[in-house]
């Protein structure tokens, strides 16, 4: 009997464990009924109430064709879920939109100008407004300019056209970091004669003034001058807004902004929440978060809000896939504290307030931890445990196969994927671009064992400066602000380096680019990475202190290596790559564990780099690239390339690859390669450099015709529409003698001069005008 009774216990679990239940939502349903297809219910919150309460049971909630417009957060707490896997998915793909926002029904009434008003219901507040599907601008300083570079337009007389508001308060004001590291957000919350009190200003962890220059301000009737601006007066309960030409009000679909988070799971690493799934789900109409952006991330340049369209706190298993986040106000997705075995794949996110997929631990899973840049722990006070102190972070979590784009719209510290007190993260398959900053960023050594791989990461440092395309900080447990101390510290305690750093990161098999910045940006301190089968299409790559780096079997198109401030015995290798102009070292005196073994393109640039004790079996030449003008940069079988070491690079992985996703996604402009072992760099028809072309001056007659000193310098052949060099007063025929305090000879000094220099936001540049030296400050962004 006991046995028959053992039996039957087992037979009744497996049973239980394998019940499936299929709830139904429509927008005509009711949420008294059962939720059946016959009787389905109404609100997305209530199937998930019921759901949850399935003890043991496999739940699919299924939702019909419609927008959901959410009242409050779906909150998927653990110690409420009894059922064994949840999902949430549109019924037979049909298209499902989960809205933070409201839809407001409106009585339109003529203002002036142009501009109506209506009132709007008590308690109803908002930043953001749509009308038919489309997000409308908050009157602002100056008007919006959908081609300037900085947000949407900017004035440097943005916070003296606030002070001459009658009534400024709940203005705000918008900034780039002084440094155009990131930016700032102020709430003006008054003014005392003609100064304005602000609130704000802790979205950086970098602290400093305001940009003197990229500023502008918003959310004020004054400023209420163009067709697609409004503004809501909260106090009066009244709506303003200035109708474009198409927009017909009293059929027009208007919508505001409601929840800043739609769905929230959250438990914790003893009690998880399991194997919940979205699939198939558009989310759109989160409000804005950049006031709430403060917590700082240890010693990098971020801080952060823990919040995002959905916020996973606390997880395993649980997925995100297929599903569209656009035009919402924050983060898309943030998987915050304790998350594992979390998967984000074939997700199309885009147009955001602040970053699309974050990964942030627990800054008390970090030991010693710092706070600030200038912060440091002594020795004696250091906890010298390595690793972390708790397991509340992200690990081994992936987002793959998607398509990211136009993050930071609002906020500039923002990001494609960012990674943080996180470990064995996997970023894979992605295609990024259109970002303020860099388009995948790790902020830390903590910690580490990172895949990167067969990314597309482009058009990336959009907005702001000294960044790249990617970018970490290794500001661990052995760093320090006093360069001098860290020297000493490391010197007698090396087993100090990878306390946090524990696990090797790898970043393979990608494909960066950045114009304003590097294409791969090893910051501060960031330590024990694995680089190679890398295409960087202009930016090249930047290697700063840290230790324990191998570089090898990269491609750097038009760029080369830049190693800056090493240490000694960092244990750094870079080998067996193609760098196409000569190195650019920065303040080195020790060239680590091994340089060697790569191609250069001319012999000056090899004979440059032998004389500062490096590369002695590496070689000149042209890498013969089979098809450098569309991007293949497989080398032919007699490429000196193949005597080196160097491997040939698959060409046809990078990016997404779901099809209808990749069918979509835009492609990084393929470079024109200035082949310097050519000679054509610097011919006759000139080399491209900021938008225009410049040539090297040659012989006696252009250095009489021209008034030079020499026969030096770089010869002005066009400017180009809208440039940067014409932007900076380069006229034709100008001939740039000196750049950044350095000499010109050739075209090719001059972009050696601004490719290292890159990170900046201009330099100046003496250029020969009608025989006649002129000072010129060079725009780089």
Same mark, same amino acid.
């Given at each position: 009997?006991?046995?028959?009774?053992?039996?039957?216990?087992?037979?009744?679990?497996?049973?239980?464990?394998?019940?499936?239940?299929?709830?139904?939502?429509?927008?005509?349903?009711?949420?008294?009924?059962?939720?059946?297809?016959?009787?389905?219910?109404?609100?997305? &919150?209530?199937?998930?109430?019921?759901?949850?309460?399935?003890?043991?049971?496999?739940?699919?909630?299924?939702?019909?064709?419609?927008?959901?417009?959410?009242?409050?957060?779906?909150?998927?707490?653990?110690?409420?879920?009894?059922?064994?896997?949840?999902?949430?998915?549109?019924?037979?793909?049909?298209?499902?939109?989960?809205?933070?926002?409201?839809?407001?029904?409106?009585?339109?009434?003529?203002?002036?100008?142009?501009?109506?008003?209506?009132?709007? !219901?008590?308690?109803?507040?908002?930043?953001?407004?749509?009308?038919?599907?489309?997000?409308?601008?908050?009157?602002?300083?100056?008007?919006?300019?959908?081609?300037?570079?900085?947000?949407?337009?900017?004035?440097?007389?943005?916070?003296?056209?606030?002070?001459?508001?009658?009534?400024?308060?709940?203005?705000?004001?918008?900034?780039?970091?002084?440094?155009?590291?990131?930016?700032?957000?102020?709430?003006?919350?008054?003014?005392?004669?003609?100064?304005?009190?602000?609130?704000?200003?802790?979205?950086?962890?970098?602290?400093?003034?305001?940009?003197?220059? $990229?500023?502008?301000?918003?959310?004020?009737?004054?400023?209420?001058?163009?067709?697609?601006?409004? $503004?809501?007066?909260?106090?009066?309960?009244?709506?303003? $807004?200035?109708?474009?030409?198409?927009?017909?009000?009293?059929?027009?679909?208007?919508?505001?902004?409601?929840?800043?988070?739609?769905?929230?799971?959250?438990?914790?690493?003893?009690? !998880?929440?399991?194997?919940?799934?979205?699939?198939?789900?558009?989310?759109?109409?989160?409000?804005?978060?950049?006031?709430?952006?403060?917590?700082?991330?240890?010693?990098?340049?971020?801080?952060?809000?823990?919040?995002?369209?959905?916020?996973?706190?606390?997880?395993?298993?649980?997925?995100?896939?297929?599903?569209?986040?656009?035009?919402?106000?924050?983060?898309?997705?943030?998987?915050?504290?304790?998350?594992?075995?979390?998967?984000?794949?074939?997700?199309?996110?885009?147009?955001?307030?602040?970053?699309?997929?974050?990964?942030?631990?627990?800054?008390?899973?970090?030991?010693?931890?710092?706070?600030? $840049?200038?912060?440091?722990?002594?020795?004696?006070?250091?906890?010298?445990? !390595?690793?972390?102190?708790?397991?509340?972070?992200?690990?081994?979590?992936?987002?793959?196969?998607?398509?990211?784009?136009?993050?930071?719209?609002?906020?500039?510290?923002?990001?494609?994927?960012?990674?943080?007190?996180?470990?064995?993260?996997?970023?894979?398959? &992605?295609?990024?671009?259109?970002?303020?900053?860099?388009?995948?960023?790790?902020?830390?050594?903590?910690?580490?064992?990172?895949?990167?791989?067969?990314?597309?990461?482009?058009?990336?440092?959009?907005?702001?400066?000294?960044?790249?395309?990617?970018?970490?900080?290794?500001?661990?447990?052995?760093?320090?602000?006093?360069?001098?101390?860290?020297?000493?510290?490391?010197?007698?305690?090396?087993?100090?380096?990878?306390?946090?750093?524990?696990?090797?990161?790898?970043?393979?098999?990608?494909?960066?680019?950045?114009?304003?910045?590097?294409?791969?940006?090893?910051?501060?301190?960031?330590?024990?990475?694995?680089?190679?089968?890398?295409?960087?299409?202009?930016?090249?790559?930047?290697?700063?202190?840290?230790?324990?780096?191998?570089?090898?079997?990269?491609?750097?198109?038009? &760029?080369?290596?830049?190693?800056?401030?090493?240490?000694?015995?960092?244990?750094?290798?870079?080998?067996?790559?193609?760098?196409?102009?000569?190195?650019?070292?920065?303040?080195?005196?020790?060239?680590?564990?091994?340089?060697?073994? &790569?191609?250069?393109?001319?012999?000056?640039?090899?004979?440059?780099?032998?004389?500062?004790?490096?590369?002695?079996?590496?070689?000149?030449?042209?890498?013969?690239?089979?098809?450098?003008?569309?991007?293949?940069?497989?080398?032919?079988?007699?490429?000196?390339?193949?005597?080196?070491?160097?491997?040939?690079?698959?060409?046809?992985?990078?990016?997404?690859?779901?099809?209808?996703?990749?069918?979509?996604?835009?492609?990084?402009?393929?470079?024109?390669?200035?082949?310097?072992?050519?000679?054509?760099?610097?011919?006759?028809?000139?080399?491209?450099?900021?938008?225009?072309?410049?040539?090297?001056?040659?012989?006696?007659?252009?250095?009489?015709?021209?008034?030079?000193?020499?026969?030096?310098?770089?010869?002005?052949?066009?400017?180009?529409?809208?440039?940067?060099?014409?932007?900076?007063?380069?006229?034709?025929?100008?001939?740039?003698?000196?750049?950044?305090?350095?000499?010109?000879?050739?075209?090719?000094?001059?972009?050696?001069?601004?490719?290292?220099?890159?990170?900046?936001?201009?330099?100046?540049?003496?250029?020969?005008?009608?025989?006649?030296?002129?000072?010129?400050?060079?725009?780089?962004?």
């Amino acid at each position: 009997m006991k046995q028959i009774f053992f039996f039957c216990c087992i037979m009744f679990t497996v049973q239980l464990a394998g019940a499936q239940t299929v709830l139904h939502v429509y927008g005509n349903g009711n949420d008294r009924q059962a939720g059946t297809a016959a009787k389905p219910l109404k609100t997305v &919150n209530r199937a998930v109430e019921l759901a949850m309460k399935r003890k043991g049971e496999q739940v699919k909630v299924l939702l019909h064709g419609g927008t959901y417009y959410l009242e409050k957060e779906i909150s998927l707490q653990a110690v409420d879920m009894a059922c064994s896997s949840l999902e949430i998915s549109a019924y037979q793909q049909e298209k499902v939109f989960i809205s933070a926002g409201r839809l407001l029904s409106l009585q339109w009434k003529p203002w002036k100008n142009g501009i109506y008003v209506a009132s709007v !219901p008590a308690g109803v507040t908002f930043e953001r407004l749509y009308v038919n599907g489309r997000l409308q601008v908050l009157a602002r300083y100056p008007n919006y300019d959908s081609t300037a570079k900085v947000f949407h337009g900017t004035a440097k007389d943005a916070l003296d056209h606030a002070r001459k508001w009658q009534h400024p308060e709940n203005g705000y004001v918008h900034a780039l970091h002084a440094s155009d590291w990131g930016g700032f957000h102020y709430r003006i919350i008054g003014k005392k004669d003609t100064t304005l009190t602000l609130e704000g200003g802790w979205q950086n962890n970098r602290p400093n003034g305001m940009h003197p220059e $990229y500023r502008f301000v918003e959310n004020n009737l004054e400023d209420l001058d163009v067709a697609g601006e409004w $503004y809501l007066d909260n106090n009066a309960r009244q709506l303003y $807004y200035y109708p474009s030409g198409d927009v017909q009000l009293s059929q027009a679909r208007v919508e505001a902004a409601r929840l800043k988070n739609s769905i929230v799971l959250r438990g914790s690493a003893a009690a !998880p929440v399991k194997n919940v799934t979205l699939r198939g789900l558009h989310f759109l109409h989160n409000e804005r978060t950049f006031m709430d952006t403060r917590e700082p991330l240890l010693r990098s340049d971020w801080t952060i809000y823990r919040g995002g369209v959905v916020l996973f706190d606390g997880t395993e298993n649980c997925h995100i896939t297929d599903c569209e986040f656009s035009e919402v106000g924050g983060n898309a997705i943030m998987l915050s504290n304790y998350n594992y075995h979390d998967t984000i794949s074939g997700c199309y996110i885009h147009h955001l307030g602040a970053s699309a997929v974050c990964f942030v631990g627990d800054v008390k899973a970090v030991r010693s931890p710092n706070f600030r $840049y200038e912060d440091f722990t002594p020795y004696a006070q250091l906890d010298k445990t !390595p690793g972390p102190a708790s397991n509340n972070y992200p690990r081994e979590c992936i987002v793959t196969n998607s398509l990211i784009h136009h993050a930071g719209e609002i906020e500039k510290q923002a990001t494609g994927v960012e990674i943080e007190i996180s470990s064995a993260i996997t970023v894979s398959h &992605n295609s990024i671009y259109n970002t303020p900053r860099a388009g995948i960023n790790i902020g830390d050594g903590c910690f580490g064992g990172h895949l990167l791989a067969y990314n597309d990461v482009f058009n990336t440092v959009m907005e702001t400066g000294d960044h790249g395309a990617f970018n970490s900080w290794g500001r661990d447990r052995y760093w320090a602000p006093d360069r001098a101390y860290m020297d000493s510290l490391t010197a007698v305690h090396p087993e100090l380096i990878l306390l946090d750093a524990q696990q090797i990161t790898t970043i393979r098999n990608n494909r960066f680019r950045c114009d304003h910045g590097w294409d791969i940006d090893l910051d501060d301190g960031s330590s024990n990475y694995h680089i190679y089968n890398n295409v960087c299409l202009n930016g090249g790559l930047k290697l700063r202190e840290g230790f324990h780096r191998v570089v090898e079997n990269n491609i750097m198109v038009n &760029n080369s290596f830049h190693p800056h401030v090493w240490f000694k015995q960092s244990g750094d290798v870079f080998t067996h790559n193609i760098v196409t102009r000569k190195y650019f070292p920065i303040q080195i005196s020790d060239w680590g564990k091994q340089v060697d073994y &790569n191609l250069f393109p001319d012999a000056a640039s090899l004979q440059e780099a032998q004389h500062n004790g490096t590369d002695a079996h590496s070689i000149a030449g042209d890498p013969q690239f089979i098809d450098a003008a569309r991007g293949n940069y497989r080398v032919a079988d007699n490429s000196p390339a193949l005597r080196i070491g160097f491997h040939n690079i698959a060409m046809d992985s990078f990016g997404v690859m779901q099809p209808a996703l990749r069918k979509i996604a835009q492609q990084p402009e393929i470079p024109v390669f200035l082949n310097p072992s050519s000679g054509a760099a610097a011919g006759a028809e000139g080399l491209v450099l900021l938008g225009g072309k410049v040539k090297s001056i040659v012989g006696l007659g252009e250095r009489s015709a021209y008034g030079l000193a020499d026969e030096s310098g770089a010869l002005v052949l066009s400017t180009g529409e809208n440039s940067l060099l014409s932007s900076s007063g380069i006229k034709v025929k100008d001939v740039i003698i000196t750049a950044d305090g350095k000499k010109v000879k050739t075209a090719n000094d001059l972009l050696d001069i601004v490719k290292a220099a890159a990170w900046k936001d201009k330099i100046p540049v003496m250029v020969m005008r009608n025989q006649q030296p002129r000072e010129i400050i060079l725009r780089l962004k």
